[in-house]
């Protein structure tokens, strides 16, 4: 069974730093990752889709990467701004399965 | 596209009450979700949907029921609510193949309904 770690949990950076934020999956047959962000009281927003073909994805300031060796994703956040402030969750899915599994998210508090 | 649309945005039910949440989306997406977020303990999957007409449980099934009777709507029932259904729900979306093709892709998320039983 698949599991997602996210780690830290919570994270609180000043305005400009560039960050990193981690996910762990145990089962390396991952067909995609996605990475959300969730600012509080609402829904997720897709930030990136990494297929298992792929190394890395590239959107702005955000980028992504995939090894699926080790298990693990990266989502690097360049310069950060106040607006980053929210909680950012993974989800890994399985080849056959519908499925995605969640993490639990890391909240980053970017203060200016 | 308006994407993935949920109503109502908020509601008080009373132990032992029926609701219907409903979610709509615009995408022609063949898989949809129905997720539970609790406070601190993560998205549970409720219920799930592979096209119309085919449904199947999740992690957390008990107590809702699900139908599919067109690409675009997948209404969540409760059944006599209780306190332990107060949370977030969500519903989501993804286009994507049969599963030994590669299964869903992207997903997308509404906005969330906010459910309290008292």
């Known amino acids: 069974k698949q599991e997602v770690t996210q780690i830290p949990a919570a994270l609180s950076v000043p305005e400009g730093e560039n960050l990193v934020l981690n996910c762990s999956f145990t089962d390396s047959a991952i067909y995609n990752l996605q990475w959300f962000r969730q600012d509080p009281g609402k829904g997720l927003t897709s930030l990136l889709l990494i297929q298992s073909s792929q190394r890395e994805q590239t959107s702005g300031r955000l980028n992504a990467s995939l090894d699926k060796s080790s298990g693990r994703s990266t989502l690097y956040i360049a310069a950060s701004q106040p607006g980053d402030s929210a909680t950012y969750l993974c989800?890994?899915?399985?080849?056959?399965?519908?499925?995605?599994?969640f993490g639990r998210g890391t909240s980053l508090i970017v203060h200016p | 596209n308006a994407g993935v649309t949920q109503t109502p945005k908020f509601r008080i039910l009373k132990i032992g009450q029926s609701m219907t949440l409903q979610c709509t989306q615009d995408m022609n997406h063949n898989y949809m979700y129905w997720y539970r977020q609790d406070p601190g303990m993560g998205l549970k999957l409720i219920y799930y949907s592979v096209g119309a007409g085919i449904t199947d449980k999740g992690e957390v099934p008990n107590g809702y029921n699900v139908s599919r009777s067109t690409t675009e709507d997948f209404p969540l029932r409760l059944e006599l609510a209780a306190p332990s259904q107060t949370s977030v729900y969500f519903c989501?979306?993804?286009?994507?193949?049969?599963?030994?093709?590669?299964?869903?892709?992207?997903?997308?998320f509404g906005p969330g309904t906010r459910l309290t039983v008292l």
């Open positions: 989501a979306s993804s286009y994507g193949r049969g599963a030994l093709a590669g299964g869903p892709d992207e997903q997308f």
């Open positions: 989800a890994a899915r399985t080849g056959g399965s519908y499925i995605p599994t």
